[in-house]
T-cell receptor, first 114, second 111 residues
Framework: ETGVTQTPRHLVMGMTNKKSLKCEQHLGHNAMYWYKQSAKKPLELMFVYNFKEQTENNSVPSRFSPECPNSSHLFLHLHTLQPEDSALYLC?????????????FGQGTRLTVV | GQQVMQIPQYQHVQEGEDFTTYCNSSTTLSNIQWYKQRPGGHPVFLIQLVKSGEVKKQKRLTFQFGEAKKNSSLHITATQTTDVGTYFCAGSFSNDYKLSFGAGTTVTVRA
């Protein structure tokens, strides 16, 4: 248990579906992240939120839509995804400005797009 | 953009042997972190190095940060089956607190 909880753990969705991934952190951190981890590829940073404000969008397709209603919760809304979007989606949090910027990861959501 | 390169991508090790994974950046890093991801798991923080030339040890794991703060290494001695997984380095740069992850070294162990 890392203090970062992701739901669901597994998700299978069709290309016309709309779904949302949820992340919650209980660590009091001020920064939250969405990463995509595909097979045999590096961790890809998708979005960064700092104090609820989006500070980075790494050229992510618009079919991925993040939402950060408060500093403890982060969502990733999915719609009209493609099969190549199948991957492990990891949420992480950290404390910006601290001497130790260790990232705490959730267990991830294994997404399969069919 | 600023990137962190990691080699090798795969490391097949005989149980009991040592191995090293390397991390390099073309730009000076403010700090370097190492993570381990077990098969089917998520990345878990191992250590952070901040100072030039810093060396830290965790049991059989030795972490080093280069003098120029552009490279780092993780050396594991007497590899055990519990060492199986993917080891990631992640660096942050002085103008950006966000972590840039290396591609990872996936370690398998032959008993």
């Amino acid at each position: 248990e890392t203090g970062v909880t992701q739901t669901p753990r597994h998700l299978v969705m069709g290309m016309t579906n709309k779904k949302s991934l949820k992340c919650e952190q209980h660590l009091g951190h001020n920064a939250m992240y969405w990463y995509k981890q595909s097979a045999k590829k590096p961790l890809e940073l998708m979005f960064v939120y700092n104090f609820k404000e989006q500070t980075e969008n790494n050229s992510v397709p618009s079919r991925f839509s993040p939402e950060c209603p408060n500093s403890s919760h982060l969502f990733l809304h999915l719609h009209t995804l493609q099969p190549e979007d199948s991957a492990l989606y990891l949420c992480a949090s950290s404390q910006e400005g601290a001497s130790n910027t260790e990232a705490f990861f959730g267990q991830g959501t294994r997404l399969t797009v069919v | 953009g600023q990137q962190v390169m990691q080699i090798p991508q795969y490391q097949h090790v005989q149980e009991g042997e040592d191995f090293t994974t390397y991390c390099n950046s073309s730009t000076t890093l403010s700090n370097i972190q190492w993570y381990k991801q077990r098969p089917g798991g998520h990345p878990v923080f191992l250590i952070q190095l901040v100072k030039s030339g810093e060396v830290k040890k965790q049991k059989r794991l030795t972490f080093q940060f280069g003098e120029a703060k552009k490279n780092s290494s993780l050396h594991i001695t007497a590899t055990q089956t519990t060492d199986v997984g993917t080891y990631f380095c992640a660096g942050s740069f002085s103008n950006d607190y966000k972590l840039s992850f290396g591609a990872g070294t996936t370690v398998t162990v032959r008993a």
